[in-house]
């Protein structure tokens, strides 16, 4: 079976992925730092790279239950409002992850987006195979 949906979601997010690793390696080529921070610490390198430690933390989960939603017949309305919010949230806690302030619009907005994302593509996961295994 194909999945298409979900398809085209690990698509852009990985290309986003891609993304967050080059800024966060070009700029640990710029400047010279290998390994962990730099000491003492360079926090734009931290910034960097908590952006895309973080978003490897969230999305292949949320991705993974895409496919599975989309496996067993979910919505394709679901499951297109899903991943875009996701893509959203996602740019959102890019722009808004900041070394110097956890008051950020962008982070609220990313990282509550991203869980709320999780919670009801959970719930729904749950929902959906719940009656498959009570039929």
Excluded: C
Excluded at 21 to 33: D, V
Excluded at 93 to 122: D, N, Q
């Amino acid at each position: 079976m194909q999945l298409p949906i979900t398809a085209l979601y690990a698509g852009i997010l990985t290309i986003f992925a891609l993304v967050l690793s080059f800024q966060a390696g070009s700029f640990r080529g710029k400047s010279g730092i290998s390994l962990l921070f730099g000491d003492p610490p360079n926090m734009e390198l931290v910034q960097k790279v908590r952006v895309h430690q973080n978003f490897l933390e969230y999305v292949p989960m949320i991705v993974i239950l895409m496919a599975v939603i989309e496996l067993n017949g979910g919505s394709i309305t679901f499951l297109h409002a899903i991943g875009a919010l996701l893509i959203v949230a996602r740019i959102a806690h890019a722009l808004g992850l900041k070394h110097e302030t956890m008051s950020h619009p962008g982070r609220l907005i990313g990282a509550g987006g991203t869980a709320l994302i999780t919670l009801v593509t959970g719930v729904y996961t749950l929902w959906m195979v719940s009656g498959t295994m009570m039929g």
